[in-house]
C-alpha cells in the first residue's frame, strides 16, 4: 500500500463540536494531528464576541502542557490558556521545574522564562511577556518567530502563542516541542523576534457572493476572492450531521509569506445576528492561492443570499522590533515527575464490537492516554492498522462518579512512529491512580472498512459511452459508471445505503495489477458528494478489468462499547 493510501484512512475524520473554549481547541488539535499525514488542517475561524483571537498555530500543539509551582509573589492565570485547565491542576501539585530569574528586556519589554515540564513526547515551556498595548487595543499578539535550540546549536521547531492575563497584566505563553531531554540534563536557548499586534479588520460585501463570483475586499493582503460554490449539504462528515451551507472559495494573497493561513474567513449576519457554529476548512495553499471551505450549520441558500456577507482577517497595527533570547538549563527527571502507567486487559466483547485491544493505560500530570495496540489484524470487516482506529465521535471516561470528555489522536514524531491513542485532560490529579476507578466509554461509532482480498466488480472494456455495474458489500450496495475521457478513466461511485458515509476512494485491478486514481488534494472537506468522480490517467489494458470500492466509511451504533480500565 503506498504512503498516500495509507493515509487516506486519516482523511475526513469529523471534528467534535466546539461547547466551550478549551473544548473547541482540544478537539480540533485532536483532528489536526489526525490530517497531518493527509496535508490539511481544520479551524475554526475567531467568534466575534471573544476579546482576543487565539494563534491557529495552537492547532497544531498537542499532547502536554508545561507545569510548575505557583511562583513567587505572582499569580498568573494559566487557564486561560489552551489546555489551562491541566496547568492549573499541575500547579496545585507542584510538578515540574521552575525558573524565577530567567529574564532579558528588548526595547523596554521584558520576556521571562518562568518553567518547563516534560512528558517523554513534548517538551513545554511556560513565558510571560510585558504587553504594549491595553487589551481591547487588539486581538491577537504573538512573536514572528520563536525557536528553542539545544547545546549543539540545532534548531528545535516550536508551537504555541500569547494571551493576556488579567490577573497579572501581562502575556502569557506556553510553547512546545518534542521533548529532547529525556531523563537528562541539557542547555537550551529560548529564541524570540519581533512581537506584533493584530486586529481584526472585518470587510462588509455588497451582496452575498454567489458561484463563479470574483469578490473584491479593498485589501491590499487579501485583495479578491472567488466562490467556487455554494451549496445545500445534507451528507456531513461533520460530527453533529446537521444539515448546513458549504460555501468554497479562493481566495488571493500578495504575499503568500507573510499571508495568515488561518484567520481569513468569511461571516454571515442575518437580523443582526452572527451566525453561529460556522467552521472552516482549510487544504493545503498553492502560492498565493488560498483554499477553503465554511460550514454554517442550518443555513439555506435562501438564507445565504438574503443575510448581510462580511469578509474578516487579522490585520498587523504594531510591531516591536527585538531579539530576545533566553539561556537556561532543564532536568529532564525533575520535569516529567508523577507519571503512572498500568498495562491493560482487553474484553473479547469489547474486542469483537470496535476491533481493537487495549495496550496500557499512562497518566502524566496533565493528560490520561489509554493506548490500543499496534497492528491488529482485521476483524468483523473493520480496517485495523497503525493508521487507524474506528472513528468514535463521542469518547468519554468515568472517573469515579465523574464522567470526562476525550477524543481520538495521534502520538508520535513521524508518519513512522504514528500511533492512535484515547486522550483525556485529568480533571484533577491523585497521588495514587492505582486506586482510582475509570472507564472507558465509547459512543457514536464511524467504521472505515476495505477488504481487497474480496468485493471486486468485474466490468467490460470501457469505451466513450458510459457502462455501469453494481457490487453487493455486507448490507451496502454500491453503483459504478464508467468511460473513457480521451485518454483517461473516469469512474464515478455512488452509494444511497442507509448508514453509508462515505468513500474515501475507489481501485481498480487491471490485468492483475492495482491502479488508484489520480489523487485531488482538495476532495475533502465537510461533506463529501453522493456521487464520488475520480480520473485515472492515461488508462490501458489487455485482458481484464476489476474495482474495488477501497475505503469506505459508516455508522454502525451496534459497536458502541465500554470497558472497565480499573476497579
Not at 488539535?29 to 491557529?56: L, T
Not at 438574503?306 to 487579522?314: D, K, P, Q
Not at 490485468?511 to 490517467?537: A, C, Q, V
Request: proline fraction near 5%.
Amino acid at each position: 500500500m503506498s504512503r498516500f493510501h495509507e493515509n487516506e484512512i486519516k482523511k475526513n475524520i469529523p471534528t467534535p463540536p466546539r461547547p466551550d473554549y478549551d473544548e473547541m481547541w482540544l478537539r480540533i488539535d485532536g483532528e489536526a494531528a489526525k490530517r497531518r499525514a493527509a496535508g490539511v488542517v481544520q479551524a475554526a475561524p475567531p467568534a466575534r464576541s471573544r476579546k482576543k483571537f487565539i494563534p491557529a498555530a495552537i492547532v497544531f500543539s498537542c499532547f502536554m502542557v508545561a507545569a510548575v509551582p505557583v511562583f513567587a509573589g505572582v499569580s498568573f492565570d494559566w487557564g486561560k490558556l489552551y489546555g489551562g485547565q491541566s496547568v492549573t491542576n499541575a500547579l496545585n501539585n507542584d510538578i515540574g521545574q521552575r525558573y524565577d530569574d530567567l529574564d532579558v528586556v528588548r526595547k523596554g519589554v521584558t520576556m521571562s522564562l518562568k518553567g518547563v515540564v516534560t512528558d517523554g513526547e513534548r517538551m513545554k515551556l511556560l513565558v510571560v511577556v510585558d504587553p504594549v498595548m491595553k487589551p481591547g487595543e487588539y486581538d491577537d499578539v504573538r512573536f514572528d518567530h520563536v525557536v528553542i535550540k539545544d547545546d549543539s546549536g540545532k534548531e528545535l521547531p516550536v508551537n504555541g502563542g500569547l494571551s493576556y492575563d488579567e490577573k497579572s497584566g501581562k502575556l502569557l505563553g506556553i510553547y512546545e516541542t518534542n521533548d529532547t531531554l529525556k531523563n537528562s540534563e541539557k542547555s537550551y536557548t529560548l529564541e524570540a523576534g519581533k512581537l506584533v499586534y493584530l486586529k481584526n479588520k472585518e470587510v462588509v460585501l455588497k451582496e452575498a457572493p454567489k458561484a463563479g463570483e470574483i469578490v473584491s475586499t479593498g485589501e491590499a493582503l487579501y485583495p479578491s476572492f472567488k466562490i467556487e460554490s455554494v451549496r445545500e449539504s445534507q451528507n456531513l462528515t461533520d460530527p453533529m450531521d446537521q444539515k448546513g451551507l458549504i460555501v468554497r472559495y479562493n481566495l488571493t494573497t500578495t504575499d503568500e509569506k507573510n499571508g495568515d493561513n488561518y484567520s481569513p474567513h468569511l461571516t454571515v449576519v442575518s437580523n443582526r445576528e452572527e451566525t453561529k457554529n460556522v467552521r472552516t476548512f482549510i487544504f493545503p495553499s498553492k502560492g498565493t492561492e488560498m483554499k477553503r471551505e465554511q460550514l454554517f450549520n442550518n443555513m439555506t441558500e435562501k438564507e445565504w443570499s438574503s443575510s448581510e456577507i462580511h469578509f474578516n482577517y487579522l490585520k498587523e497595527i504594531k510591531q516591536i522590533e527585538g531579539d530576545w533570547s533566553l539561556h537556561f538549563k532543564a532536568d529532564g527527571k525533575k520535569a516529567s515527575e508523577a507519571v503512572y502507567s498500568k498495562p491493560l486487559q482487553t474484553t473479547a466483547e469489547f474486542k469483537d464490537k470496535t476491533a481493537m485491544s487495549l495496550d496500557h493505560l499512562t497518566v502524566t500530570p496533565l493528560e490520561i492516554i489509554v493506548y490500543p495496540k499496534d497492528n491488529e489484524p482485521v476483524a468483523n470487516g473493520v480496517v485495523r492498522d497503525k493508521y487507524a482506529i474506528s472513528q468514535y465521535r463521542d469518547v468519554r471516561l468515568k472517573i469515579g462518579d465523574q464522567e470526562i470528555s476525550g477524543y481520538t489522536t495521534t502520538k508520535g514524531d513521524s508518519p513512522d512512529n504514528y500511533r492512535d491513542v484515547f486522550v483525556f485532560q485529568s480533571p484533577e490529579w491523585y497521588k495514587d491512580w492505582s486506586k482510582v476507578p475509570m472507564k472507558l466509554i465509547l459512543r457514536k461509532p464511524v467504521v472505515s472498512a476495505r477488504d481487497i482480498k474480496a468485493n471486486w466488480l468485474k466490468l467490460d472494456r470501457p469505451t466513450a459511452e458510459k457502462q455501469s455495474g453494481d457490487l453487493d458489500v455486507n448490507s451496502f450496495k454500491f453503483h459504478f459508471t464508467y468511460y473513457m475521457d480521451g485518454k483517461d478513466l473516469v469512474v464515478e461511485s455512488e452509494c444511497n445505503s442507509e448508514n453509508f458515509k462515505n468513500m474515501s476512494q475507489s481501485m481498480l485491478r487491471v490485468d492483475g495489477k492495482h491502479m488508484y486514481p489520480e489523487h485531488d488534494p482538495y476532495d475533502s472537506g465537510f461533506d463529501m458528494p453522493s456521487k464520488k468522480i475520480e480520473r485515472y490517467p492515461d488508462f490501458s489494458m489487455k485482458q481484464s478489468l476489476e474495482i474495488n470500492p477501497g475505503f469506505y466509511y459508516y455508522s454502525d451504533p451496534t459497536r458502541e462499547a465500554e470497558i472497565t480500565l480499573q476497579q
